[in-house]
């Protein structure tokens, strides 16, 4: 079946523009992760959904970033007032649950953000 | 808090040669560890897992063992393919956030025919 997908898969911007980063997880999956990667680095964790509820924020950087994911499925990252410290790679993963990370996580192509 | 170091790369080996990814990690209690890959292009793929200590996780000719009194988690494989070739990453999850992957910078392994 279809894996994680995001979109977009690259993004350039301009410093201050907001940008919104899409994930889409696979289907049935209870989980979903939002990471980020800086180059030559591993990924560092953002936040957590089980179903429709954020279960955990405290990767968030400051309040420039927030995510959501309304119906327990798509999930959205939102980064406003972009700045050029934010260019990386921003990883989405999903997981069947949240138990003990038993079955791994699943993780998408990541949208490449850069901020001019 | 919880760390994972990993050996730096690039790892050039030819064809057939023996491998290993050297990766210790700095936990309390009792982490669940992995060995993820990512091929060019690609998302990060769980390799294999272990879960307690002296647990040994296996996949695709790919071996770990969980040991806690070295806190070491190398990843081996007795014979190389240059399909191999990728970015491999070690990471743990703590069992007060078992949700919540911890990465190393991850090792580049070059396979030439």
């Known amino acids: 079946g279809a894996g994680v997908s995001q979109s977009p898969r690259y993004k350039v911007t301009k410093r201050g523009q907001d940008v919104a980063l899409r994930c889409d997880p696979i289907?049935?999956?209870?989980?979903l992760y939002w990471y980020r990667q800086a180059l030559g680095q591993g990924p560092e964790f953002l936040t957590y959904f089980n179903y429709e509820a954020q279960q955990d924020k405290s990767g968030l950087p400051n309040d420039r970033f927030s995510a959501e994911r309304p119906e327990g499925s798509i999930s959205t990252l939102t980064i406003q007032r972009t700045e050029q410290r934010d260019s990386a790679m921003y990883r989405c993963?999903?997981?069947?649950?949240?138990?003990?990370?038993?079955?791994?996580?699943?993780f998408g192509p990541g949208t490449r953000l850069t901020v001019l | 808090g919880d760390s994972v170091t990993q050996m730096e790369g690039p790892v050039t080996l030819s064809e057939e040669a023996f491998l290993t990814i050297n990766c210790t990690y700095t936990a309390t209690g009792y982490p669940s560890l992995f060995w993820y890959v990512q091929y060019p292009g690609e998302g990060l793929q769980l390799l294999l897992k272990?879960?307690?200590?002296?647990d040994k996780g296996s996949n695709k000719g790919f071996e770990a063992t969980y040991r806690k009194e070295t806190t070491s988690f190398h990843l081996e494989k007795g014979s190389v393919q240059v399909s191999d070739s990728a970015v491999y990453f070690c990471a743990l999850s703590d069992q007060g956030s078992s949700y919540k992957l911890i990465f190393g910078s991850g090792t580049r392994l070059l396979v030439r025919p």
């Open positions: 993963a999903s997981s069947p649950n949240d138990y003990g990370n038993v079955q791994g996580q699943f």
């Open positions: 272990a879960t307690k200590a002296d």
């Open positions: 289907s049935g999956h209870v989980s």
